[in-house]
T-cell receptor
């Protein structure tokens, strides 16, 4: 079954600290993996997209890694800020569904709270 | 802003009401999507439109009826909803739809409460 699991469900850190969010998936065949940030009351906003051949990608203080062999990804946030408080959603494209297209399979997200 | 707008932002309706959600994208995209986001659950894809043609309907109950009059506008018509339909409804658009890796741009969502 094609699934995306994220851990932890929620996380509280102090401002200025680093943190790492995890994403494990069982989607096959795999096309790409995306990390989104969703602020409360807003729609998700893309942070990174990685294909099979990419194992790391950065966007400012956000660095995503991908291990396609173990089907794991992580999102590392450096020097956290209060504005990093949000839900972070891992999304995997793949599955080789009928009709010749890939689906987006969403994780449930990790809710991050950065405290002063 | 992402270039995708949704109205209304909040909606409270009774189970016998009929209402519509509206989405508009200003990005020149060809594909538009409706998602449902319930608390602590993954986003659920409801409908996909590509060039105004519905290309996916993920076993969504008939009380949800989408409409795509042109590539810039997408509606979700609601009637006789149930309390469990209360959720955040997100609209998204992408350049195209298919096998390629197309970035999806999300609107802010409509927070729907069914009483």
């Amino acid at each position: 079954k094609n699934q995306v699991e994220q851990s932890p469900q929620s996380l509280i850190i102090l401002e200025g600290k680093n943190c790492t969010l995890q994403c494990n998936y069982t989607v096959s065949p795999f096309s790409n993996l995306r990390w989104y940030k969703q602020d409360t009351g807003r729609g998700p906003v893309s942070l990174t997209i990685m294909t099979f051949s990419e194992n790391t990608k950065s966007n400012g203080r956000y660095t995503a890694t991908l291990d396609a062999d173990t089907k794991q990804s992580s999102l590392h946030i450096t020097a956290s800020q209060l504005s990093d408080s949000a839900s972070y959603i891992c999304v995997v494209s793949g599955g080789g569904f009928s009709g010749g297209y890939n689906k987006l399979i969403f994780g449930a997200g990790t809710r991050l709270a950065v405290h002063p | 802003e992402t270039g995708v707008t949704q109205t209304p932002r909040h909606l409270v309706m009774g189970m016998t009401n009929k209402k519509s959600l509206k989405c508009e994208q200003h990005l020149g995209h060809n594909a538009m999507y409706w998602y449902k986001q319930s608390a602590k659950k993954p986003l659920e894809l409801m409908f996909v439109y590509s060039l105004e043609e519905r290309v996916e309907n993920n076993s969504v109950p008939s009380r949800f009826s989408p409409e795509c009059p042109n590539s810039s506008h997408l509606f979700l018509h609601l009637h006789t909803l149930q309390p469990e339909d209360s959720a955040l409804y997100l609209c998204a658009s992408s350049q195209d739809w298919g096998e390629e890796v197309y970035e999806q741009y999300f609107g802010p969502g409509t927070r729907l409460t069914v009483t």
